[in-house]
């Protein structure tokens, strides 16, 4: 690394990030993030540790968050890191619950005004953003449905998340699972997934239902647009309503985010659930382990 500069912070990564959008950075056109660029480092989130500070706001033994993850040492600017509790434990949390993908599930919920008695089904649930979404929901006083992709993340959003109901998308039509789930209808869908539980989601949702359209990454790896559901009529008979949701725009509520969720994780009554992968030389695998249903929770590296 080169020598530091004024104003310059070493940090030495601990856990790096990897997350279904970043798919969406590796193709060339037009997107609400920069294409990441062939020939330069990725970037992504990650935690680590201050080695070295030539700034005042930080001091060597500081942990921080960055958008330098996908490399072991960076030297920053401090307007480019975010100094958190290390006492908060593990420290990857702060990628997961208490990260970006824990703060995406708290703006979708709030984003649609999801409330005590409502009745919300989750696709991708036992994934970062879906768990943690499903848990929220459960504490907001909601009846929780998940679909997921094996037997043993069922049980887990069963047991752990406390979910009220949750199925196996892979073992029968999901129309049906989430009619014997749900006969009455749902109020809410939070969308991690798109396509065919899109689909099913808009034949179930009740009168004045919302869409928390979150992800698609049923079709990240596309190569060619799907056609739009063929029921998408019923956001006119249902009266629908389906909001996009990008995080980055709720980071001025972020101290809000933090009390309430941060709240709930330190009073153990939010799980952080995650996957952990060790050494950066794995680090392609886990990214693309997230789009087979590598992972249960948070897809993290770990690269000391």
Same mark, same amino acid.
């Given at each position: 690394?080169?020598?530091?500069?004024?104003?310059?912070?070493?940090?030495?990564?601990?856990?790096?990030?990897?997350?279904?959008?970043?798919?969406?950075?590796?193709?060339?056109? @037009?997107?609400?993030?920069?294409?990441?660029?062939?020939?330069?480092?990725?970037?992504?989130?990650?935690?680590?540790?201050?080695?070295?500070?030539?700034?005042?706001?930080?001091?060597?033994?500081?942990?921080?968050?960055?958008?330098?993850?996908?490399?072991?040492?960076?030297?920053?600017?401090?307007?480019?890191?975010?100094?958190?509790?290390?006492?908060?434990?593990?420290?990857?949390?702060?990628?997961?619950? !208490?990260? &970006?993908?824990?703060?995406?599930?708290?703006?979708?919920?709030?984003?649609?005004?999801?409330?005590?008695?409502?009745?919300?089904?989750?696709?991708?649930?036992?994934?970062?953003?879906?768990?943690?979404?499903?848990?929220?929901?459960?504490?907001?006083?909601?009846?929780?449905?998940?679909?997921?992709?094996?037997?043993?993340?069922?049980?887990?959003?069963?047991?752990?998340?406390?979910?009220?109901?949750?199925?196996?998308?892979?073992?029968?039509?999901?129309?049906?699972?989430?009619?014997?789930?749900?006969?009455?209808?749902?109020?809410?869908?939070?969308?991690?997934?798109?396509?065919? !539980?899109?689909?099913?989601?808009?034949?179930? !949702?009740?009168?004045?239902?919302?869409?928390?359209?979150?992800?698609?990454?049923?079709?990240?790896?596309?190569?060619?647009?799907?056609?739009?559901?063929?029921?998408?009529?019923?956001?006119?008979?249902?009266?629908?309503? &389906?909001?996009? !949701?990008?995080?980055?725009?709720?980071?001025?509520?972020?101290?809000?985010?933090?009390?309430?969720?941060?709240?709930?994780?330190?009073?153990? @009554?939010?799980?952080?659930?995650?996957?952990?992968?060790?050494?950066?030389?794995?680090?392609?695998?886990?990214?693309?382990?997230?789009?087979?249903?590598?992972? &249960?929770?948070?897809?993290?590296?770990?690269?000391?």
């Amino acid at each position: 690394m080169p020598p530091l500069q004024a104003d310059q912070v070493l940090v030495r990564n601990i856990f790096m990030s990897v997350d279904p959008y970043m798919r969406g950075r590796m193709n060339a056109g @037009k997107s609400y993030v920069p294409s990441f660029e062939v020939g330069r480092a990725l970037e992504g989130g990650a935690i680590g540790e201050v080695v070295e500070s030539h700034a005042k706001e930080f001091k060597s033994g500081d942990v921080v968050t960055s958008r330098y993850g996908w490399r072991e040492f960076f030297v920053a600017a401090p307007n480019e890191l975010h100094a958190v509790d290390k006492a908060v434990q593990p420290l990857s949390v702060h990628l997961g619950a !208490l990260g &970006m993908t824990g703060m995406t599930a708290w703006a979708g919920l709030t984003l649609v005004e999801v409330k005590a008695g409502d009745v919300i089904f989750i696709s991708g649930a036992a994934g970062a953003v879906g768990n943690v979404a499903g848990q929220l929901a459960k504490l907001r006083g909601c009846r929780v449905i998940g679909a997921a992709g094996s037997t043993e993340k069922v049980r887990s959003l069963m047991g752990e998340c406390g979910f009220d109901v949750a199925f196996n998308y892979k073992t029968g039509p999901t129309s049906d699972q989430l009619n014997r789930a749900a006969p009455d209808g749902i109020d809410v869908y939070f969308d991690n997934v798109g396509g065919e !539980l899109l689909e099913v989601a808009l034949s179930a !949702l009740r009168v004045h239902g919302r869409i928390i359209a979150c992800g698609g990454i049923a079709a990240y790896n596309d190569e060619k647009p799907r056609p739009g559901p063929a029921n998408l009529f019923n956001m006119t008979t249902k009266r629908l309503t &389906m909001k996009g !949701l990008i995080v980055g725009d709720w980071l001025s509520r972020q101290g809000e985010f933090d009390e309430e969720v941060g709240g709930y994780y330190r009073a153990g @009554k939010l799980k952080n659930k995650e996957t952990v992968v060790e050494g950066i030389d794995h680090a392609v695998d886990a990214f693309l382990g997230l789009f087979t249903g590598g992972n &249960m929770g948070k897809m993290v590296v770990k690269l000391t």
